[in-house]
Structure formats: C-alpha cells, structure tokens
C-alpha cells in the first residue's frame, strides 16, 4: 500500500484528555514517526514536514494538551511529566510498538523524555532547537508574539503581525504558522488556538509531584537517551547558543548536530524542505547501520 501524502484528522482518548492528531500514511504500520509541535503552536506546524516523510513512513501530529483540538487542561497541569504521561498513552492507545520521534521547542523536551524512559520503544530521535538551556532572547520573542493581539481581523492582518517574527520565512510558510497558531471564531475573526493561560506571563505550572520530578532535569533526561539521536539548530536561533548545543552533544552519546542555515527558532516554519532533506538522511543513514 503506497504511503498517502494527504493528511487524516483523528482524535484518541489517553490520560484523561481527548487528544487531537493529523496522521499520513499506512495506518497498518505499527511503527510511526511521531512529530511534537513546540509552546504555543498546533500539529499544523508540521504540514510540510510531514507531507514530505509521509512518502516513506507513517507520521502522526498530535496537539499536545491544551493547543489546537485537544482539550485543554482544566487543572491547567502542563508539566513536562504530565505531557510525557500523555505521550505514554497516545502511544500505547494507538497501538505502536515503535516509534521515531521529532520534536520541536517544547515537544523536543517531552521527545527527550520520552526516549529516556522508553528506550525499548524509541528507535530513533531528532530534537530541534531544544536544550536544557535557552536564552532570555529566545523567550521574549515568543512573548512579544503572543503579546501582539488577542484577535486579528483577518487573515491578511495576522500574517503582517506574524511577518517581523519569521524573516527567514516566506509569506506562505508565515501563513502556515498562523494557521499552526490561530483559529476562526464564530464572528470571523482569528484567536489564538491554545489554551489562554499560556498568553498569561505571570502563570506558572504547578509544581510536580514528588514521583515526577525524575523528569525536571531534562540534562538527567538526555543522559539516559540511548537512540540514535540527530540534535538540529537553526544558523540564526536567538533562543539556543552553540555552547548549549555542544554540551547536549557531548550528554547524549553517539548523537550528531545538524545546521539548518537561514533559519531561527522555528525551524519547520521557516526551513521545512532543508529540515526534512536532514531528518530523511538521519533516519536513512542509521537503517544501513
């Protein structure tokens, strides 16, 4: 059965939440590459991504807790520990005895995770403008953006607020951001597409329980990874240094760094054909080994 480019909405009922996810390819494929947006963006954030793995493997999107369709957390608990719980479940609810998993931002942290404790079950890994480290920089742009309305009028006008954020990107990837960010309303309008407490600066997530805290560390994490793992920087991130880089290198053995040239923090936004070409050689490189 030839893999299918065209995506598919479903949705999975695990930990307590509805989870929402776009899925391309073989669904008989017990093996699936699975792709974690990062803070505050949904699963369409990887459409050109996934169309493009979607011709040699099985790819399945999720909304992580409280972005897109999935439910929104009413205890508002958007812990690293309690998205890799949701992990754990989505995965075993779908049936999947192995996974490849990609990561952005904040999924690249749950990925780490994920892998740590699951390494009978994660083949392989790729993180993408992910450390246990980030710059102040990096944060503030994500909250300016956040910071630049609650609704936009049209499609045109969220686009033009988004451009300043995106230089690396043309208008139709900038467009496919706001469509990974933004809904429409029942006026017409375009909101943000995540639960409200995450445009809140003063929130904090709840502190975890005495059980969860094995995962607090994320360099704890990346110690214990034991898949071949591809560590990916955008060449103009204002979120990550170099030396954050080379350290997770050096902590997640036999892993590899990949530049992603004219690319900042949002990788798959603003350079999603360089970023497939390396993942799709990553994960064809170590199927030879």
Do not use: K
């Amino acid at each position: 059965m030839s893999n299918s480019t065209r995506p598919r909405d479903e949705f999975v009922e695990a930990n307590g939440l509805r989870f929402h996810y776009r899925e391309w390819g073989d669904t008989r494929t017990r093996h699936a590459v699975i792709l974690l947006h990062g803070y505050a963006e949904t699963s369409e954030a990887w459409s050109d991504t996934a169309q493009d793995l979607a011709r040699e493997f099985r790819v399945i999107a999720i909304d992580q807790r409280g972005h897109g369709q999935s439910d929104r957390a009413t205890d508002r608990d958007y812990t690293r520990a309690t998205q890799m719980e949701d992990l754990e479940a989505i995965i075993e609810s779908l049936g999947l005895r192995s996974v490849t998993l990609i990561g952005h931002s904040m999924g690249g942290a749950n990925a780490i995770c994920y892998a740590a404790e699951h390494p009978e079950i994660t083949t392989a890994l790729v993180v993408i403008e992910t450390a246990p480290e980030v710059l102040r920089s990096g944060i503030e742009t994500i909250r300016r953006l956040l910071a630049t309305g609650a609704t936009f009028a049209s499609l045109e006008d969220a686009i033009e607020s988004f451009r300043e954020f995106f230089p690396y990107a043309t208008t139709e990837q900038i467009e496919r951001r706001v469509r990974a960010s933004l809904t429409v309303n029942d006026d017409g309008a375009y909101v943000w597409d995540f639960d409200p407490i995450f445009r809140d600066p003063t929130s904090r997530p709840p502190d975890p329980d005495p059980g969860q805290r094995r995962l607090s560390d994320l360099w704890d994490c990346a110690d214990r990874v034991q898949c071949p793992t591809m560590i990916v920087r955008g060449s103009e991130t204002d979120m990550l240094t170099p030396e954050a880089i080379q350290r997770l290198h050096r902590r997640v053995s036999g892993s590899r760094v990949s530049l992603i040239e004219d690319a900042g923090h949002s990788v798959p936004t603003d350079q999603p054909a360089a970023l497939s070409l390396n993942i799709r050689e990553f994960l064809q490189s170590i199927a030879s080994l």
